[in-house]
């Protein structure tokens, strides 16, 4: 797993706007190429275009008949804004109308993969029929249509159980050094996350999570991933969103997919997304999103295209909604 570089980009211009109708893909709009199977529209090194939505559409119109279709997407800055307080993150409405349509449309999967266990990420979502891949993969939860969010039935990867006695001693000592009001922890079982996003001085606050971190686990049970505004610690080896997307490439076969996400655990999924393309198995488009100011190197060289914000992304989802659902496929 790779989450350890820091860079960030800022928003570079747009790609060119389609002025041709949805349904014939302008020759020169970047990406078109990739979409069939062929290199990406990038060179390896470059960072992915930014797009609106509406362009983003037209890139992908032509290949909209092809099933089964996977869309797999991010939950935190992807479909929801991010927030000082993790706990305070809500799914944008325009994109759960597009995801729960997706999700009750005939060859579609939807899939949530998120950092967030699976039953967080099935009650603020909210989508039924939607299968939730919480905590990058090691938890599956399906929810079934018209179901209450609370009904989710989530099963666990018992192989890293043994973990979750020691993942809570090291979160409590943790947050007992570091007695602050910006600390927030998410304990996931075997898995957890220090979340900084509202302390004052990100990089301070980063040094010394990462120095309580030592402290509490010198032996280093668990791996560490440092973010920008978080620091997740797991078991080694544990299952990441590129192991999690490529079984879902493996249940699925989508002849056509998707993957949304803003964060350098979701490049993992894109890089995976684009292997199968360029193996032939596939048509789809890795889809990154500005959830900041700035974004992930990683994200941007990973991803085909890029969003320029979640309503942005919310905006692609409906117009994926509104075509799929009215089409046969084939």
Do not use: C
Not at 31 to 55: F, I, M, N
Not at 71 to 81: E, Q
Not at 115 to 121: C, E, M, N, P
Request: no cysteine.
């Amino acid at each position: 797993m790779t989450r350890g570089r820091g860079a960030s980009i800022v928003p570079r211009a747009t790609g060119p706007v389609a002025t041709a109708p949805l349904d014939r893909l302008p020759a020169n709009l970047p990406g078109a190429a990739s979409l069939r199977g062929a290199p990406a529209a990038h060179p390896t090194g470059e960072t992915a275009p930014v797009y609106g939505s509406r362009d983003a559409l037209a890139l992908v119109w032509p290949d909209l008949d092809r099933r089964p279709v996977l869309i797999a997407t991010d939950f935190d800055g992807t479909v929801s804004h991010i927030v000082m307080d993790p706990w305070g993150a809500q799914i944008l409405p325009a994109a759960r109308r597009a995801l729960r349509r997706l999700a009750g449309t005939s060859g579609v999967t939807v899939a949530v993969l998120s950092g967030r266990t699976a039953r967080d990420a099935a009650s603020r979502a909210r989508i039924g029929g939607a299968i939730y891949l919480g905590d990058h993969g090691l938890e599956r939860g399906v929810l079934r249509r018209g179901a209450r969010a609370e009904s989710v039935d989530v099963t666990l990867d018992a192989a890293y159980a043994p973990y979750a006695a020691d993942a809570a001693r090291v979160a409590a000592a943790v947050a007992a050094r570091i007695a602050e009001p910006w600390l927030v922890v998410e304990l996931k079982g075997p898995t957890f996350t220090f979340h900084f996003r509202s302390a004052p001085d990100i990089g301070d606050a980063g040094t010394r999570v990462a120095e309580a971190v030592e402290e509490a686990d010198p032996g280093h049970r668990f791996e560490r991933f440092r973010g920008r505004r978080a620091f997740e610690l797991r078991p080694p080896g544990a299952t990441a969103k590129g192991d999690a997307m490529r079984e879902l490439l493996d249940e699925v076969k989508p002849g056509l997919a998707f993957a949304l996400g803003d964060d350098r655990s979701d490049a993992q999924a894109f890089a995976v997304l684009r292997e199968a393309r360029e193996a032939g198995r596939l048509r789809g488009l890795a889809v990154g999103v500005y959830a900041h100011a700035e974004l992930q190197l990683e994200v941007a060289e990973a991803a085909d295209i890029v969003l320029a914000s979640p309503r942005e992304s919310a905006a692609f989802l409906s117009g994926l909604a509104r075509r799929l659902a009215g089409s046969g496929g084939q």
